[in-house]
C-alpha cells in the first residue's frame, strides 16, 4: 500500500516570493508522482509528473518539483507566486504495479496555498 | 475538446435514500475513475472502471456500487444514505489502463445528505 504526507497543511506567502510546499510518500513498491491544483468549486488540474528519468519535473505555471528517491520526498516549487496561484495543492501517487493498490491515486491531505499582495 | 462533465453539480437527499452521481468522459477515455473528497478525510479513491469493468475498488462499504455503460459513461449509486456520505465527489478519466496515463478530473458533484 501507498501512503502520501504533506508536510504543511497551510502555506501563507507574499506575492512575488518563492514557495516550497512538501510532499514525503512510502510505498513498497516503485510508484509515479503527481500534483494536481484544485481551485475553489472546482476539480483537481494536474500541475506535473513524474515518471521516469530526469528527478527534476517542469510543470504548467511554472512549477517545478524534484523527485528525491533515497528521502522519498516530491517537493513542488515555484520561484515567483501570484495571487491566482492560491488554491489548494495535492500530492499524489499511482503504484508502477499490480494488486489492490493499481490503477487508483492515493493522494496526501492537501496543502492550501495562500498568496497574499 | 470536452472535459470530464459530471452531473448534477448539487444532489441534496436526505438520510435513508439512493443518490446516483453520473459522469461522462473525455472522448477516447476508457477508464473511469470517482474519489470521494470528504471534509477532514481528504480524496479517497472508490472505484476504477474500464472497458465497462470493475477493475478496482477502494475501501467502501458494498452501499457505493456503480457501473460503466457501453460509451464509456458512468453512474455512481449511494444507498442508505448517511450523514458522513456528504461530500465531493469527483470522476476522473484516463486515456487507457497504464497507471503512467494521467487521470484528468471533471468539476464534482456536491452530495449533502440531511
Known amino acids: 500500500a501507498q501512503s502520501v504526507t504533506q508536510l504543511d497543511s497551510q502555506v501563507p506567502v507574499f506575492e512575488e516570493a518563492p514557495v516550497e510546499l512538501r510532499c514525503n510518500y512510502s510505498?513498497?513498491?516503485?510508484?509515479?508522482l503527481f500534483w494536481y491544483v484544485q481551485y475553489p468549486n472546482q476539480g483537481l488540474q494536474l500541475l506535473l509528473k513524474?515518471?521516469?528519468?530526469?528527478?527534476l519535473v517542469k510543470g504548467i505555471n511554472g512549477f517545478e518539483a524534484e523527485f528525491n528517491k533515497s528521502q522519498t520526498s516530491f517537493h513542488l516549487r515555484k520561484p515567483s507566486v501570484h495571487i491566482s496561484d492560491t488554491a489548494e495543492y495535492f500530492c499524489?501517487?499511482?503504484?508502477?504495479?499490480?494488486?489492490?493498490?493499481?490503477?487508483?491515486?492515493?493522494f496526501g491531505q492537501g496543502t492550501i496555498l495562500t498568496v497574499h499582495p | 475538446e470536452a472535459g470530464v462533465t459530471q452531473s448534477p453539480t448539487h444532489l441534496i437527499k436526505t438520510r435513508g435514500q439512493q443518490a446516483t452521481l453520473r459522469c461522462s468522459p473525455i472522448?477516447?477515455?476508457?477508464?473511469v475513475y470517482w474519489y470521494q473528497q470528504a471534509l477532514g478525510l481528504g480524496l479517497q479513491f472508490l472505484l476504477w472502471?474500464?472497458?465497462?469493468?470493475?477493475?478496482n475498488r477502494g475501501n467502501f462499504p458494498p452501499r457505493f456500487s456503480g457501473r460503466q455503460f457501453p460509451n464509456y459513461s458512468s453512474e455512481l449509486n449511494v444507498n442508505a444514505l448517511e450523514l458522513e456520505d456528504s461530500a465531493l465527489y469527483l470522476c476522473?478519466?484516463?486515456?487507457?489502463?497504464?497507471?503512467?496515463?494521467?487521470?484528468?478530473f471533471g468539476p464534482g458533484t456536491r452530495l449533502t445528505v440531511l
Open positions: 472502471y474500464d472497458e465497462g469493468e470493475e477493475r
Open positions: 472522448s477516447g477515455h476508457t477508464s
Open positions: 499524489a501517487v499511482s503504484a508502477n504495479a499490480g494488486g489492490t493498490s493499481y490503477g487508483k491515486l492515493t
Open positions: 510505498s513498497s513498491v516503485s510508484v509515479y
Open positions: 513524474y515518471l521516469s528519468g530526469s528527478t
Open positions: 476522473a478519466s484516463r486515456q487507457g489502463a497504464l497507471s503512467t496515463d494521467t487521470q484528468y
